[in-house]
């Protein structure tokens, strides 16, 4: 391991992407964007030694004790300084479960969903972590709260498999490096970096939208480039077509978990045996799940009922430093009402391609620069357009093949929650290990019964792991 992990965070200062998140949520608490990462260890790990890894973590990515500055009131780019008053103290914690029973995730899950809507400092290092103790068999729970301007899920994951151990025991061998040096906000600073960066982005901006829809080698091609390009960029840029659910369509602050345990290779074969792949059926299981809730809380719907729904695109590419946000909306008209499996994944499959394939999918990295300038109730108001418009947003992550460490407890299992940019549920998948450990955060307004709607995403599930013959049942964890 080198002495950071692979330059982890290392940009200075904020994409446009990273400021329209951060300044919405300053103007609107309803678009807050924390990422929440719950481990289940198979022992409680020692204090001690933890308050020492967590430190070391700092260490290893200075990211991690630095905060957010505006400058100069507000005008230019957020960006990245030294927090001068960086207190461990203040970001890790613990809480003790008193008699936890065997079905533990009624005492867990409202201590991990108050840790996630509890608002960040805006003048600390947008993280906290928690280790949970009190789970039955003496194990424990480790918690880890990130805002997303630092990342995305796959930088998550990045972060975790190079700062995870390998093994149980203490490695001794591991790099020791100083913590980063504090630096003050320089002023002087802040006005060169308004008037030589900042005056150019707008105009860069400008010519980056041009340079993509209009300047064009084949003069006789253009105007036609340009319409198709621009109507890829309505269908990336609008919210999914279709109306809303009207089941669904109450909003409002609080959160709710649930959370599911699903075979990995059951249901990539079952996807597979279909045409289909492991993100088709990780969808269409999803799709499968609203129906059903529909029809239990007496709102069947038809046969050809969509939801709308939008699932996040990797647009990473080789040589992009780790860490940040590199994604990208697939927006869909969901075919919610399809009740046979196979069709309903074949489906998602045609939507998914025709939106991995849209010219424009990028087109967000050409316009945030603009947004990212807007005053804050109108950047809120343009923002939010895109995102409450979703009654679904999914989200599929690669995560951890092999087996890892804690200050010697083993991770078991890592269930990820995202945040509800407005839509009524952000339903998220890591593969640990065998495992899918699937992870919904829902709209306490709009999902009403969270025990039933548990049992009908258990049964979407259900559905097309009906598909590989001898599937395991997928299981709620409680």
Known sequence: MSDSPAGWGSAREMSPFEVMMWRAEGDDPR???????VELLDAKPDWDRLVAAVDWATRMVPRFRERIREPLGGLGTPYWIHDLEFDLH????????????????????PIAEQFMMTPF???????EAMLVEGLPGGRAAFLLKLHHVLTDGLGVVQLLSQLHSRKREHDDTKPQPAAPEPTSPDPLAEVDRLVRR????????ARAARDVVGALTHPLSAARDTARYLDSALRVLSPPPGSGSELLRPRGMSWRFVALDVDFADLRAA?????GSFND???????????????????PVTGDATLRTSVPVSVRREGDAAGGNRWAPARLAAPMGIADPARRIREVGEQMRAAREEPALESPDVVAPLLARLPGPLLTLVAGGSTQGNDLQASNVPGLRSEAFLCGARIDRVYPFAPLPGCAAMISVVTHGDQCCVGANIDAAAITDREEFARCLADGFAEVLALQPGAAEPMIVG
């Open 31 to 37: 678009f807050r964007s924390p990422v929440l990462a």
């Open 90 to 109: 203040y970001h890790l914690r613990r809480v003790r479960i008193p008699g936890a029973g065997p079905g533990f995730w009624a005492e867990l899950s």
């Open 121 to 127: 400092d805006r003048e600390r290092p947008p993280w």
């Open 198 to 205: 900042e005056a150019g982005i707008v105009p860069a901006a």
């Open 271 to 275: 996807g597979k045996s279909v045409g």
């Open 281 to 299: 059926a990780f969808v269409a299981s999803l799709l499968g799940g609203f129906r059903l809730y529909h029809e239990a809380m007496g709102h």
